[in-house]
């Protein structure tokens, strides 16, 4: 299926293909001169953009596991449910603690099969607690890390959810429509049209719920009940979403026709605005659609185009004109002509530029105006939240700008203090796009975006290395990347980074050191502690050198550590362990 998927993204990119002889020889070998000869405007534009050296984010399914048989599987789930049978056993404060412990323990096992037993036990037990945010972040693990369709395993999913008596229809139904749009950016339309379905039927059963509830609020009070909210208006959303879907399918062959004109006639302005708008405004792929919005015959969208494009290849991408850019489409998404999608989308877009330019604004007015549009696109409080000082957007005397190489739309602007073999690693200019896009990117690409500035720094920069600022800036950006895709922090992958850190001390002393340095929040996490389990303490003393190869040494190191109140349940688990094999009674 992913195959499958990958070759019908390339045939949506193939409008490039017939059209320019570099690209078409570099994307299908087969050298076009006659083409080439004939279309100069087009390929000195995508020149320009960069597009035909640019590379693709790497693939998540290159390293991508095999499912496990059915028989292994049954077998591993029957083993964990042995090992964690007082867990299952313990109903008294519901199943969340255990669900939080099997996706903690999912991320430390080696053994792939169990990996993934623990991944359906943990979803099995969020379908039938009704926990929508548990229940997608164990499949996403499994869709992340085995071969398994990503939208069809959300999609899965949510119908379960849908089954189950806990159900938060309401909140469903919100899920549900954020898989529509999804799937409808990566023309997963099968995924579309059975998640609409659900999306529905999830609304009209919330509505009735609070028909009943209303009816029965009056009959006990005399009074009527409090409005609802939000809620009232998801079936209408959800309707909404199901005509969306229709005008998508119209888009999709209004692309495919415009594609078919620019086989002959490249330059057609009514075919490259079409080609343009889709690529923009429905697949969120703006570095390919600008080239195209500007051959098009739309005077307002060419315009704002190539202002954006002379942004992208300008080395001087100040504050002003990031806010120029980024007013410029805003305007263009409230005018005449725009569907609603596509108003959404450049909407979307222009907080992305926002966002860049907010550190450094400084004029009251423009501040003002940032807040409330960010708000408008459902992101209130950013403003709030987004660090002011120490950003590479403007040159300031006395900064180290050179030495900072990130992407201009960074998605937290990193400190002056930031080490500079970090720099490198952090989110490409590539992978913050994804980010900022997510809702048009298929799951497959955000995933690969989210985690592989994480795989870069943990390969390429190790956390004996990392500076307090280092640690306190990938935890926030960590954290920042997963409330911008998923709506919410991932404490799991917060709690690995801190880990990392605490455990790249070099002594007792260090570790100390930088625990203390660490957000009492981070250390109270139930992931930390489970992750600082018995087996990393030992291994973590025992990478320490010659110095703590013996018993008694070790147990100093980690008595130490326990005087200073920064011992974990499992670093005394194993310091009992070395206390037996030195003889030493417990203290």
Same mark, same amino acid.
């Given at each position: 299926?992913?195959?499958?998927?990958?070759?019908?993204?390339?045939?949506?990119?193939?409008?490039?293909?017939?059209?320019?002889?570099?690209?078409?020889? $570099?994307?299908?070998?087969?050298?076009?001169?006659?083409?080439?000869?004939?279309?100069?405007?087009?390929?000195?534009?995508?020149?320009?953009?960069?597009?035909?050296?640019?590379?693709?984010?790497?693939?998540?399914?290159?390293?991508?596991?095999?499912?496990?048989?059915?028989?292994?599987?049954?077998?591993?789930?029957?083993?964990?449910?042995?090992?964690?049978?007082?867990? %299952?056993?313990?109903?008294?404060?519901?199943?969340?603690?255990?669900?939080?412990?099997?996706?903690?323990?999912?991320?430390?096992?080696?053994?792939?099969?169990?990996?993934?037993?623990? @991944? &359906?036990?943990?979803? !099995? @037990?969020?379908?039938?607690?009704?926990?929508?945010?548990?229940?997608?972040?164990?499949?996403?693990?499994?869709?992340?890390?085995?071969?398994?369709?990503?939208?069809?395993?959300?999609?899965?999913?949510?119908?379960?959810?849908?089954?189950?008596?806990?159900?938060?229809?309401?909140?469903? $139904?919100?899920?549900?429509?954020?898989?529509?749009?999804?799937?409808?950016?990566?023309?997963?339309?099968?995924?579309?049209?059975?998640? &609409?379905?659900?999306?529905?039927?999830?609304?009209?059963?919330?509505?009735?719920?609070?028909?009943?509830? +209303?009816?029965?609020?009056?009959?006990?009070?005399?009074?009527?009940?409090?409005?609802?909210?939000?809620?009232?208006?998801?079936?209408?959303?959800?309707?909404?979403?199901?005509?969306?879907?229709?005008?998508?399918?119209?888009?999709?062959?209004?692309?495919?026709?415009?594609?078919?004109?620019?086989?002959?006639?490249?330059?057609?302005?009514?075919?490259?605005?079409? /080609?343009?708008?889709?690529? $923009?405004? &429905?697949?969120?792929?703006?570095?390919?659609?600008?080239?195209?919005?500007?051959?098009?015959?739309? #005077?307002?969208?060419?315009?704002? +185009?190539?202002?954006?494009? #002379?942004?992208?290849?300008?080395?001087?991408?100040?504050?002003? !004109?990031?806010?120029?850019?980024?007013?410029?489409?805003?305007?263009?998404?409230?005018?005449?002509?725009?569907?609603?999608?596509?108003?959404?989308?450049?909407?979307?877009?222009?907080?992305?530029? %926002?966002?860049?330019?907010?550190?450094?604004?400084?004029?009251?007015?423009?501040?003002?105006?940032?807040?409330? !549009?960010?708000?408008? /696109?459902?992101?209130?409080?950013?403003?709030?939240?987004?660090?002011?000082?120490?950003?590479?957007?403007?040159?300031?005397?006395?900064?180290?700008?050179?030495?900072?190489?990130?992407?201009?739309?960074?998605?937290?602007?990193?400190?002056?203090?930031?080490?500079?073999?970090?720099?490198?690693?952090?989110?490409?200019?590539?992978?913050?796009?994804?980010?900022?896009?997510?809702?048009?990117?298929?799951?497959?690409?955000?995933?690969?975006?989210?985690?592989?500035?994480?795989?870069?720094?943990?390969?390429?920069?190790?956390?004996?290395?990392?500076?307090?600022?280092?640690?306190?800036?990938?935890?926030?950006?960590?954290?920042?990347?997963?409330?911008?895709?998923?709506?919410?922090?991932?404490?799991?992958?917060?709690?690995?980074?801190?880990?990392? %850190?605490?455990?790249?001390?070099?002594?007792?002393?260090?570790?100390?050191?930088?625990?203390?340095?660490?957000?009492?929040?981070?250390?109270?996490?139930?992931?930390?502690?489970?992750?600082?389990?018995?087996?990393?303490?030992?291994?973590?003393?025992?990478?320490?050198?010659?110095?703590?190869?013996?018993?008694?040494?070790?147990?100093?190191?980690?008595?130490?550590?326990?005087?200073?109140?920064?011992?974990?349940?499992?670093?005394?688990? %194993?310091?009992?362990?070395? !206390?037996?094999?030195?003889?030493?009674?417990?203290?």
């Amino acid at each position: 299926m992913r195959k499958t998927l990958e070759v019908k993204h390339a045939r949506m990119r193939i409008w490039l293909v017939p059209t320019i002889a570099a690209v078409a020889s $570099c994307l299908i070998g087969v050298p076009s001169p006659a083409l080439a000869q004939r279309l100069p405007t087009l390929e000195s534009l995508l020149r320009e953009e960069g597009q035909v050296q640019r590379k693709a984010l790497p693939d998540a399914a290159e390293d991508r596991l095999a499912v496990p048989a059915d028989d292994d599987l049954a077998a591993a789930r029957e083993l964990i449910k042995q090992a964690y049978e007082e867990d %299952y056993a313990d109903t008294a404060g519901g199943p969340q603690r255990l669900i939080d412990k099997l996706l903690a323990t999912a991320g430390q096992v080696d053994d792939s099969t169990r990996r993934y037993a623990l @991944l &359906v036990e943990a979803e !099995r @037990l969020a379908i039938d607690a009704g926990s929508i945010d548990d229940a997608i972040e164990a499949s996403s693990q499994r869709s992340e890390s085995y071969e398994i369709d990503p939208a069809a395993c959300r999609l899965d999913t949510l119908v379960a959810l849908s089954r189950s008596d806990a159900r938060n229809d309401a909140a469903l $139904c919100r899920v549900l429509i954020d898989l529509v749009d999804q799937s409808l950016s990566s023309d997963r339309i099968d995924v579309a049209e059975k998640a &609409v379905v659900e999306a529905i039927a999830a609304a009209k059963r919330s509505e009735r719920r609070e028909r009943k509830t +209303a009816t029965d609020e009056r009959k006990r009070t005399g009074r009527q009940a409090p409005d609802a909210g939000d809620d009232t208006g998801l079936l209408a959303l959800a309707v909404d979403k199901q005509k969306e879907l229709k005008d998508h399918r119209r888009w999709s062959q209004a692309y495919d026709e415009a594609v078919e004109t620019l086989r002959t006639l490249p330059d057609d302005p009514a075919a490259n605005v079409t /080609v343009g708008r889709y690529r $923009c405004f &429905v697949k969120g792929e703006w570095e390919e659609g600008l080239a195209a919005l500007r051959l098009g015959d739309s #005077e307002k969208l060419r315009a704002v +185009a190539a202002d954006e494009a #002379e942004l992208r290849r300008s080395e001087q991408r100040t504050t002003e !004109r990031v806010m120029a850019v980024a007013n410029a489409w805003w305007k263009v998404s409230e005018g005449s002509g725009m569907q609603p999608r596509e108003s959404r989308a450049i909407k979307r877009h222009a907080a992305a530029l %926002y966002e860049e330019a907010q550190p450094t604004v400084e004029d009251p007015v423009d501040q003002a105006l940032i807040r409330k !549009r960010l708000a408008a /696109v459902g992101e209130p409080g950013k403003a709030a939240k987004q660090p002011v000082a120490s950003t590479p957007t403007r040159s300031t005397p006395g900064r180290r700008n050179g030495a900072l190489k990130i992407p201009a739309s960074s998605i937290l602007p990193a400190p002056m203090k930031l080490s500079e073999e970090l720099i490198p690693l952090l989110p490409t200019e590539a992978e913050v796009q994804v980010i900022q896009n997510h809702v048009n990117m298929p799951d497959s690409r955000i995933s690969e975006a989210r985690r592989g500035f994480l795989r870069r720094v943990e390969q390429n920069f190790k956390p004996e290395k990392w500076s307090e600022v280092d640690a306190a800036y990938l935890m926030s950006l960590c954290e920042k990347v997963y409330l911008v895709v998923n709506g919410r922090g991932s404490d799991f992958e917060k709690s690995r980074l801190a880990v990392s %850190y605490v455990l790249g001390s070099r002594n007792e002393k260090e570790f100390i050191t930088r625990s203390q340095s660490l957000p009492a929040q981070v250390l109270k996490e139930f992931y930390f502690a489970s992750q600082m389990d018995e087996s990393r303490i030992k291994a973590w003393l025992m990478g320490l050198g010659p110095e703590y190869a013996s018993a008694r040494r070790k147990l100093q190191a980690i008595e130490y550590i326990s005087r200073q109140g920064a011992a974990t349940e499992g670093m005394l688990k %194993y310091a009992q362990a070395l !206390r037996n094999a030195t003889g030493d009674a417990e203290q």
